[in-house]
């Protein structure tokens, strides 16, 4: 069985020689980058199983550098490493596509059970599916796509995977919990707020297809649940 890819772009030679010799024990492949520009040349000929990017890079931010990795490859897995822990900081990387996000300092263990977390969903969400359809909604999983009212939708990874959850259960109420817990890598690092907001973006690309019809359904103190729409 081949071993999983894994990217490591971290600055600091300490954290790097660390995380890669845990990651190693665990049985990934590993390829370091101490800066971003070199792995976005080397994205343009390969692509790993998973990248860990530092927020705080020399050269780029983490953050730019996973909007051009995931333009490239937009279903990479990414966690992010930083020393930030400000709310805005984790909402704008989790916006952004990524799947994790670890706060400095961290324990090399705990990274390596996030990266094996996030291997372990992509398989479960690459598993073969049929073709669903939900009143107007058609989710083809093979396809990664979804479309309403005959027009495909535009989404992002996690906008496809959310919205995908609710159409497997129209009528189901979905708490923010139970939402982070299917879509989401690690819900105990992310926050309710993470939900909401892709919630609001998702409303926003199916009311730009149909603004007179609203299947995304809030529950006061409770969650969201998908209409027949």
């Known amino acids: 069985m081949q071993q999983p890819r894994i990217w490591l772009v971290e600055d600091e030679q300490s ?3 660390t995380l890669v010799y845990m990651l190693q024990q665990e049985g990934f492949q590993v390829s370091v980058f101490g800066r971003g520009l070199p792995a976005l040349e080397a994205a343009a000929h390969q692509a790993p199983d998973v990248a860990i990017l530092d927020v705080g890079l020399p050269d780029i931010s983490g953050f730019e550098l996973c909007r051009r990795l ?8 990414v966690l992010f490493l930083t020393a ?14 990524a799947d994790d996000y670890i706060a400095k300092p961290f324990s090399p263990r705990e ?3 996030r990266v094996r977390t996030v291997l372990r969903r992509l398989q479960k969400f690459a598993a073969p599916s049929p073709v669903v359809r939900v009143g107007e909604f058609v989710l083809d999983e093979q396809a990664a796509a979804i479309s309403w009212f005959g027009q495909p939708l ?4 996690y906008e496809f995977l ?15 919990q139970q939402l982070m817990e299917l879509v989401w890598s690690d819900a ?11 919630i ?13 019809i609203a299947p995304i359904n809030t529950h006061r103190g409770m969650g969201y649940s998908l209409g027949r729409g």
């Open 162 to 176: 959310l919205l995908k959850t609710l159409l497997h259960a129209p009528g189901r109420v979905f708490s923010r």
């Open 154 to 157: 535009n989404l992002t990874r």
């Open 200 to 212: 609001k973006t998702l409303r926003a690309k199916l009311r730009a297809v149909n603004p007179e």
């Open 111 to 113: 990274v390596c059970a």
């Open 70 to 77: 995931l333009t490239r490859y937009p279903a990479l897995p």
């Open 15 to 17: 954290i790097a020689d």
């Open 84 to 97: 930030r822990s400000d709310e805005v900081d984790k909402l704008l990387g989790l916006e952004i596509g």
């Open 188 to 198: 105990w690092e992310s926050l309710d707020r993470t939900v909401d907001t892709h």
